[in-house]
């Protein structure tokens, strides 16, 4: 039985966004379920897919939090 963690950004796939919306979740949860079964032969009615919403301020890159590194990238210092 796998279980797989997939974590994403709660703001969404567009900036004016503040959550993965339930149909993306859905799409996610099938498209993760299918590669289970395609790479490793596992049923999709035994495969948990477990899905994380991160806040913007937990996360970040290039040693920034998020909003820091994507102000800069906007000023073109990155």
């Not at 279980?3 to 004016?16: A, L, S, W, Y």
């Not at 991160?54 to 939090?65: F, I, S």
């Amino acid at each position: 039985m796998p279980i797989v963690t997939v974590q994403v950004t709660r703001e969404g796939t567009t900036p004016d966004r503040a959550s993965v919306t339930s149909e993306e979740k859905a799409a996610i949860i099938a498209g993760v379920s299918q590669v289970m079964l395609d790479v490793l032969n596992k049923p999709l009615e035994s495969t948990y897919v477990v899905i994380e919403e991160v806040d913007l301020d937990n996360w970040g890159w290039g040693g920034l939090p998020t909003v820091q590194y994507r102000k800069k990238k906007a000023e073109g210092k990155t």
